[in-house]
């Protein structure tokens, strides 16, 4: 008799300085999704629950998915969706199940509940407590004991670009099997350091995260421990578990599970200052770029990043590279309907002048919106919908709303109804722009373009816009972290943050 699985996502990096709601319409334009529309839309994707799906299949189980859940990062999940969204799931595993498998961000924070996922394994535990849980989570995870205790088995993404999504259910559903056929018992062990690394400076491709990572993935690859996961943490979130963490899941019949684990986290604590942001004007950084030779060279607005929560509507990186005079730039997605609207309206070809972006307020930021007249010509106008090729979330469809591309002469800007990452060329090339021909190439992300757009660099430049995903962290003003937490009290020693 074939086992049943219950899957399921539900997905959210909630960034409590973001002054964008996030009902249960964010996370599909009619709700989340469930059952075979679900499985239709993830199954065969560069996805955790694509993945998940893929491991289900492998083992012959039958399994449902109550719930599909994923939404660009926004501000605090509503108590309404919130709800939703966990008693879709939980009540599917009231049914009874042999297994829960969990594609689950790790930073989701509610009206009601600083640890959302924590609370969601929770509940599923007091009604199975003894049901195996497999959890894939993001590299961005702000662990707790609660999900710890909850889960069996957690996985976490190795990269950022998180190019392994699939890879990270898969490596989480492999154990499970074994758990499940009784070759291993799992167990976890988990501890912190009291670091807040800018998102800007932890990717695990580059130094101090690459050597924390390393340990961890070749522990995991070589069968020393069952898995291994490195979390960076999301410091635009003003909660009280706020941490570099790391989980490392062990046979229970070998100890070394807490050697490494110590390893890892002692040797982050001693590269704790390569995780400091040194911020710079953004006045030098146009410069510098347009100092520059040969292109494309793309430039990182990662003040305004869709993928940590930011509006998408801030104008000051455009307006920075308009005034120093850059030509033969393309830039966007640029968020704003009432100007896709307009030029909807008005027509390809139509000239027209706008008041672009700049319609949000921030106010735990002390920021208004500031929109940017701009003039130029109508030169396209798409349902702004492409399917994913590059390495991120490939085969997956970004709908970006209604798009239209302003022309400036100068510059192409890229309009749309809705906030989509850039970390595919398709953003561009859906509409009709091609960056790799463009000298200049002005995009919203932090490290998730790279996935698409690096390839295709000849230089990145950085750029510090206005924004609630600042990657100087002194701009934020935090009142429930947990103190001393590093780089605020620089003076500290070593705590030892284990739970």
């Known amino acids: 008799m074939a086992q049943k699985f219950v899957v399921a996502m539900m997905m959210h990096e909630t960034n409590t300085f973001s002054p964008l709601p996030t009902p249960i319409e964010s996370f599909s334009r009619t709700g989340a999704l469930s059952g075979p529309s679900a499985i239709n839309e993830s199954e065969g994707t560069n996805t955790s629950l694509g993945g998940f799906i893929e491991v289900a299949r492998k083992a012959g189980a039958e399994f449902t998915v109550p719930m599909a859940a994923s939404a660009h990062p926004s501000g605090l999940v509503t ?65 707790t004991d609660a999900m710890i205790k909850g889960a069996s088995i957690v996985t976490g993404y190795r990269t950022y670009p998180h190019i392994d999504m699939a890879d990270t259910a898969r490596r989480s559903g492999r154990t499970l099997l074994r758990m499940l056929a009784g070759e291993v018992e799992p167990r976890m062990v988990w501890g912190n350091r009291p670091i807040m690394s800018s998102s800007v400076v932890h990717s695990p491709s580059r130094e101090p995260m690459r050597t924390l990572m390393g340990m961890a993935n070749q522990a995991e690859d070589s069968g020393h421990v069952l898995n291994a996961s490195v979390f960076g943490g999301f410091p635009q979130a003003d909660i009280p578990h706020l941490a570099l963490s790391a989980v490392i899941v062990c046979d229970k019949r070998t100890a070394e599970g807490e050697v490494l684990l110590n390893r890892i986290l002692d040797t982050a604590w001693e590269k704790r200052e390569g995780f400091l942001f040194h911020p710079e004007p953004l006045s030098v950084q146009v410069a510098r770029a347009r100092s520059l030779d040969g292109g494309p060279i793309v430039m990182a607005d990662h003040g305004d990043n869709t993928a940590s929560g930011g509006t998408q509507d801030v104008m000051s990186v455009i307006e920075e590279a308009m005034k120093q005079g850059l030509e033969d730039a393309c830039a966007g997605p640029i968020c704003d309907p009432v100007c896709v609207e307009q030029m909807i309206k008005a027509g390809v070809g139509a000239e027209v002048t706008i008041e672009l972006g700049g319609k949000i307020d921030m106010p735990a930021m002390g920021l208004k919106g500031k929109p940017l007249k701009v003039t130029g010509k109508v030169k396209a106008i798409t349902d702004g919908q492409f399917v994913v090729t590059g390495p991120m979330a490939t085969g997956t469809t970004a709908r970006m709303g209604r798009t239209a591309v302003l022309d400036t002469g100068k510059m192409q800007i890229v309009v749309s109804e809705r906030r989509v990452e850039p970390y595919d060329l398709g953003v561009f090339t859906h509409c009709g722009i091609d960056p790799r021909r463009k000298k200049y190439v002005l995009i919203k992300s932090r490290q998730h373009f790279r996935a698409g757009f690096e390839p295709i660099a000849k230089h990145i430049v950085m750029c510090d816009g206005d924004g609630c995903t600042a990657s100087d962290l002194k701009l934020f003003k935090y009142t429930k972290v947990k103190r001393p937490l590093y780089p605020f009290d620089l003076d500290m020693r070593l705590g030892r943050n284990e739970a």
């Open 79 to 143: 108590k309404a969706a919130y709800e939703q969204m966990t008693t879709a799931i939980v009540d599917e595993v009231k049914k009874g199940c042999d297994a829960v498998l969990l594609a689950l961000h790790g930073a989701m924070v509610a009206e009601h509940f600083d640890d959302g996922e924590g609370e969601l394994l929770n509940r599923i535990r007091k009604i199975a407590p003894d049901v195996p849980i497999a959890v894939a989570l993001d590299f961005h995870t702000q662990m």
